[in-house]
């Protein structure tokens, strides 16, 4: 069976979210128009270091509830763990392709998720919740990767003959649905108007992050769900070898360089 995410190993190495996420944050950040009383949903909330360092600042102190939704059990921990001793924060155990609570169509001032939607399959699903999730006028800020070095590594691992029999297919679980898209900010916004968006902005943000080190790529990378319970110990070690070795030939590993673009991100805003 595959893994889940490794939480102790995520919360260590996940350098690489606040990198994107804070910078996009202070940059888009006047999209959101926050009202009294919000009430606002994190979808993917994982363990909720992001949500609690970087999203809940920027709260207005007079909001009436916080719920962090994420589709692992182990991760809610984590993120109830963070959270503990704050109020009106709430955890649920949610998949946004599933299922909406009637108490939350048209309940929340603010959906956020960072890193979660390039995930999901069903994209389309996935953003139709998100609008019955809003309430009228409310707005949902969105961080979804089209591709990076650091997956586009997972992928050329997995498809060297000795690792792929282990996952035939990556996209079973390393989804990226935009990764071949040509034009995905075309994808993503008449998608939206679809729905029934409004004001709807996709940005692009191509990405310079690189590992600073050998450890914090195996760290991060270790952390994703992989095949590695279904290896040896031996065709463990090898596996984060030649990890490494493709890490370096994609130059995902070393100083930070604005002029090298390792991926590229859209960031996505829309209002009901």
Excluded at 28 to 34: A, I, P, V
Excluded at 200 to 222: A, I, W
Aim: aromatic share 14%; charged share 25%; proline share 5%.
């Amino acid at each position: 069976m595959l893994g889940e995410f490794d939480c102790e190993l995520y919360n260590k190495y996940n350098r690489m979210v606040y990198y994107h996420v804070e910078p996009y944050l202070l940059k888009y950040g006047s999209l959101l128009k926050w009202k009294p009383k919000e009430t606002i949903v994190d979808v993917g909330c994982g363990t909720g270091s992001t949500t609690y360092d970087l999203i809940y600042p920027l709260i207005p102190r007079d909001y009436s509830q916080l719920i962090c939704t994420d589709a692992s059990e182990k991760m809610l921990y984590e993120a109830k763990k963070k959270f503990a001793g704050v109020p009106k924060v709430t955890f649920e155990l949610f998949d946004i392709t599933g299922r909406l609570k009637n108490s939350w169509i048209g309940a929340f001032d603010h959906v956020f998720s960072s890193f979660c939607l390039m995930w999901i399959a069903d994209q389309e699903k996935a953003f139709s919740n998100i609008y019955q999730m809003l309430s009228p006028g409310g707005g949902c800020f969105l961080i979804i990767t089209k591709m990076h070095a650091f997956k586009s590594t997972m992928y050329e691992l997995l498809e060297k003959p000795k690792w792929k029999k282990f996952l035939p297919n990556p996209d079973d679980i390393y989804v990226m649905p935009y990764k071949n898209d040509p034009n995905p900010t075309e994808t993503i916004l008449q998608m939206m108007k679809k729905i029934g968006f409004v004001n709807v902005q996709v940005n692009v943000e191509e990405s310079d992050f690189k590992f600073e080190s050998e450890e914090e790529f195996l760290g991060l990378f270790r952390s994703f769900p992989n095949p590695m319970d279904l290896m040896t110990e031996e065709e463990q070690q090898d596996y984060l070898d030649d990890a490494v070795e493709i890490a370096y030939a994609n130059n995902l590993i070393g100083e930070a360089n604005e002029d090298d673009v390792t991926g590229t991100i859209l960031v996505v805003y829309g209002e009901k």
